[in-house]
């Protein structure tokens, strides 16, 4: 079972990276559109890019039940934050629908196999 923390970890990396490395081509696939500076730029490197980088990696690294119980603890913010906005903000429902799914699927996996059961 543990493969599958790796699994997961190593998916929040590789999708961290897609911000960390290439901001430009994320923006526009989270509906994000950085103006009048490249502020925008820098903020998709590090809050969806370079934190799930080291999200991912750390918990690899680290290894423990808990470093994967904790990046599950952050994936239920995420979805949190996310199923709030299909209430609050009507952003585009099948897409906000889509990641909110893959979010509480990890947080589901991570927080009950890791924090709840192991």
Known sequence: ???????????????????????RWTAP?????????NMGLSEIRASTGGLFVALGLGAILIGTPMAYGMMGIAYVGAASGRLLSIFMDSPPRSKALLYFAIEAAFAAWLVGYNLIVA
């Open 1 to 23: 079972m543990d493969i599958i923390n790796i699994i997961l970890a190593a998916l929040t990396a590789v999708f961290g990276a897609f911000g960390f490395i290439a901001p």
């Open 29 to 37: 696939v989270l509906d994000l559109e950085p103006i009048r500076t």
